[in-house]
Antibody, heavy 127, light 110 residues
Framework: QITLKESGPTLVKPKQTLTLTCSFSGFSLSASKVGVAWIRQPPGKALEWLALIYWDDDKRYSPSLKSRLTITKDTSKNQVVLRMTNMDPVDTGTYYC???????????????????WGQGTLVTVSS | DVVMTQTPLSLSVTPGQPASISCKSSQSLLHSDGKTYLSWYLQKPGQSPHLLIYEVSKRFSGVPDRFSGSGSGTDFTLKISRVEAEDVGVYYCMQHIELWTFGQGTKVEI
């Protein structure tokens, strides 16, 4: 059974750096074709993909936020960490981590993007 | 950047009746591998999103068959054949041919 859980501060001040941790179980981030993403959602607004890290340490970032984001993994701890610098009140929202995997099924390669999600953690940016 | 546009943004439905949501992408989602990378998610009130449909029309494990996806290229549709009360929430389409981008969401209420 795959589970993910986000943790981190609920309140950060403007200009501070946010560090969030995604702790997961039920899969290994050293297994081929597996990835973990971070996705956020401002209150009452749409989902926004932020970053993703693959099993081989390849990383992808949202172009609009790339300069502020760093995603890393600790395979031994089953954790993925997201750092976002220079926080602003517009960054307030719920931050989710989600699982991604590619698998072979009946001679067909399937990519399941974000098939499992954490419960999310609400981060408020305010002085 | 690939932009995803959903219509309508809100939808009031009657239980037992069908519902349909449109999603258009700013560029084709057909990959050179022959697959089209368009997924649908449902976020029920107070919950995290969950995957309904992948590769345009394939239902994820456990998704009822009243949900169906269709489309190609840049135009896609999610249909619910007979809406049930538990289907309320916000539906999102998402492309993953070029990084990942979600649509604005369509709120479905009864």
């Amino acid at each position: 059974q795959i589970t993910l859980k986000e943790s981190g501060p609920t309140l950060v001040k403007p200009k501070q750096t946010l560090t969030l941790t995604c702790s997961f179980s039920g899969f290994s981030l050293s297994a081929s074709k597996v990835g973990v993403a971070w996705i956020r959602q401002p209150p009452g607004k749409a989902l926004e993909w932020l970053a993703l890290i693959y099993w081989d340490d390849d990383k992808r970032y949202s172009p609009s936020l790339k300069s502020r984001l760093t995603i890393t993994k600790d395979t031994s701890k089953n954790q993925v960490v997201l750092r976002m610098t220079n926080m602003d009140p517009v960054d307030t929202g719920t931050y989710y981590c989600a699982h991604r995997q590619g698998v072979w099924e009946r001679n067909d390669y399937i990519v399941y993007d974000f098939d499992y999600w954490g419960q999310g953690t609400l981060v408020t940016v305010s002085s | 950047d690939v932009v995803m546009t959903q219509t309508p943004l809100s939808l009031s439905v009657t239980p037992g009746q069908p519902a349909s949501i449109s999603c258009k992408s700013s560029q084709s989602l057909l990959h050179s591998d022959g697959k089209t990378y368009l997924s649908w998610y449902l976020q029920k009130p107070g919950q995290s999103p969950h995957l309904l449909i992948y590769e345009v029309s394939k239902r994820f494990s456990g998704v009822p068959d009243r949900f169906s996806g269709s489309g190609s290229g840049t135009d896609f549709t999610l249909k619910i054949s007979r809406v049930e009360a538990e289907d309320v929430g916000v539906y999102y389409c998402m492309q993953h041919i070029e990084l990942w981008t979600f649509g604005q969401g369509t709120k479905v209420e009864i």
